[in-house]
Every structure is written in structure tokens, then in C-alpha cells.
């Protein structure tokens, strides 16, 4: 039996509203089309004037199944303290790690993420504006009720998952640029690191940044994380 890859993205004046997606079975894509054209109109960024959802079949034997990260929650009281956090957990990583802070922070209405060379610290992706989207995943097996409206955290963890299983990732950052969502995260070493009060509420600041290996393909890096499709079996995690 085919999976269908079934995602949407959402805009408004030119400015990326909503993302979202899934990979699910024949008989749930009316839902899921349903599902998620609702969220793009009742995003707390607003509701969007562009709406499109894009449905394409899948082979069972194209999908990647890879394990669940680790989850494990900082102790964060504020956005000061979250940034030293990241900070120290990325310093083993790279010596850049303060121009990954920075840059993560200071986006706006990125749609994808940027890719971050561990070594030089600078920005490898090919369109700095538009990122690279990370697309073609969801939870293995997951219920329709698990998924219905927006579950971010999860949501986090299956990217995270996706981003994680591939070897020239060093380590991911995330600040949501939703103004009413204030929890981000670092993955590294096979556990996503959950920072609560990443950044004051009500600020559109934040990006995702992967830290990649010295001499990476980016070209199939970028391959991998726009349209390799992959299950996350949170049954498997750490």
C-alpha cells in the first residue's frame, strides 16, 4: 500500500505564514488536506491570503524509518540564559558558536533553514534568503488525533529526527520565529535539548541553523533534507 506525502505551506504579502506536513495513508489525505488548510487560517501570525497543499504518492520501500532523538529539558528562565546554554552546548562543535547564536537570532521570515559550516562559520546554503526546507516526513504510525491542529514540540522532533540521522550534521538550533511560541531547542549528539523562554513573547526573531561537517556534500545534504521521504519511530527513542 502507497503512503502519500501531503504538505502546505502558507503566505501573506510575499511573507511565509505556515508550514506543515505529513505522510500518511490513502484513506487519511482528505483529512489531512482539511487539517492543515485550517491551520494556515488560523496561524497566530495571521491568517494567510496563500494557501497551497501539495499531495504526491509514495512507495513504501523509498521511506527511511530512523529512530527518535533523545528528548531532555533545560532548566531555562530566559532568553539570557538559554543563549548560554546553547552556547556551551555547541562550543564542542564548533568555534563559531556565538556566530550561530547570532545569526539564528537575528533572522526574519526565513522558510528554511541555514547551513552552517563548522569549521569557518560561514552560511553554505545556495539561496541565503529562502534556506533549505526540510521536508518529506512525520511519525511513524501516527494517529490522526495525535496530529490534529498544531503540536509543535512534536512536530520539532520528527525535523529534528530527519536532521539528526543524516552523518554531516554536527548539531541543529532552532528559534521558532512564531511570536506566541517562546520554547526552541539544540540537537546534538542524538538528543533534542528543549529551551523553554528561548525569547521574549510577541518577537518574530529566530531561524533554524544546521552546523555541518568540514567537507560535507551540501549538495546531498540538501537533497537529503528537501526530498529524501522519512519515518521517525518514536518507539525507538533513546
Known sequence: MNYFSVRMRADSAGQHISGAERIVREYEVPAVCAALSERALTHP????????????????????????????????????????????????????????????????????????????????????????????????????????????????????????????????????????YTTGYVCIDGTYHRLPHIKEPGSDEGARAFIIKPGADVEALIDYLENRAVLVDFEAEK
Request: proline share 4%; charged share 25%; with cysteine.
Open 45 to 180: 501570525k495571521g491568517m494567510a491570503e496563500n494557501t497551497f497543499i501539495t499531495v504526491e504518492a509514495l512507495a513504501e520501500s523509498d521511506i527511511l524509518h530512523v529512530p527518535a532523538v533523545g528528548v531532555k529539558v533545560e532548566a531555562v528562565q530566559s532568553p539570557s540564559q538559554a543563549r548560554d546554554i546553547i552556547e556551551e552546548l555547541l562550543r564542542p562543535m564548533t568555534a563559531h558558536s556565538q556566530v550561530v547564536i547570532e545569526e539564528t537570532f537575528s533572522a526574519r521570515n526565513m522558510r528554511g533553514a541555514m547551513l552552517i559550516a563548522a569549521d569557518a562559520g560561514t552560511r553554505c546554503e545556495p539561496d541565503a534568503r529562502r534556506g533549505v526546507r526540510v521536508s518529506h516526513m512525520d511519525a511513524c504510525g501516527a494517529s490522526e488525533e495525535e496530529f490534529k491542529g498544531k503540536d509543535a514540540a512534536r512536530e520539532a522532533i520528527v525535523l529534528a529526527s530527519k536532521v539528526a540521522a543524516h552523518p554531516d550534521v554536527l548539531a541543529e538550533v532552532c528559534v521558532s520565529d512564531d511570536p506566541a
